[in-house]
């Protein structure tokens, strides 16, 4: 079973690229945004509780992320395996992520890193902005959830870095440039 974990900045990516690994694959997209952004859509209650602090770019607690993870992850019998989008996103949900993993008879075997400079990562959050409508992208929500990922986040890497299991892709070219080179890195 495969199981991977693909992070980087906001806007780095993420979502386009790991729906290409999971369709390539034959992965389960685990998504904890889109998950969300279901769950504000159809006003459930996780929904309204997770709103409040998305909309000023702080992360979700991580007691309810890892109870939505494991709900989501039993929905699939006997899967090839799982593309974690996004998560974790810090060293505490990591550490939960490596509790949770062998209760569902599974490890993770890749962590990749989109790589995106600051002023690229701006540029595409406000153009994504424009297009979507995202009122999560604006430019006071975007310097926060990107100095987020730099205290938060960015860690990761020497966790991951330190079991072996991290790689970092350069995020910035064209989508098929960046997919081949995710591809080659998991394929190694």
Request: with cysteine; hydrophobic share 35%.
């Amino acid at each position: 079973m495969m199981n991977i974990i693909l992070f980087g900045p906001p806007g780095s990516g993420k979502g386009t690229q790991s729906i290409k690994v999971a369709e390539k694959y034959g992965l389960v997209h685990i998504s904890t945004g889109d998950i969300f952004r279901r769950e504000l859509k159809e006003k459930t209650p996780l929904g309204i509780k997770a709103q409040g602090y998305m909309e000023k770019g702080e992360l979700v607690p991580d007691e309810l992320l890892i109870d939505i993870l494991r709900s989501e992850m039993e929905k699939h019998v006997n899967p090839e395996g799982f593309i974690f989008d996004g998560f974790p996103r810090t060293i505490p949900q990591a550490e939960d992520l490596d509790k949770l993993m062998p209760e569902l008879h599974a490890e993770i075997t890749n962590v990749l890193a989109l790589e995106v400079n600051d002023q690229e990562v701006i540029s595409r959050l406000l153009k994504r902005a424009e297009l979507e409508g995202r009122s999560d992208d604006n430019e006071e929500v975007i310097s926060n959830r990107l100095n987020v990922y730099k205290t938060q986040t960015r860690p990761l890497i020497n966790y991951y870095d330190e079991k072996g299991l991290f790689a970092g892709i350069n995020g910035v070219g064209s989508i098929e440039d960046i997919f081949t080179n995710l591809c080659n890195v998991i394929e190694a």
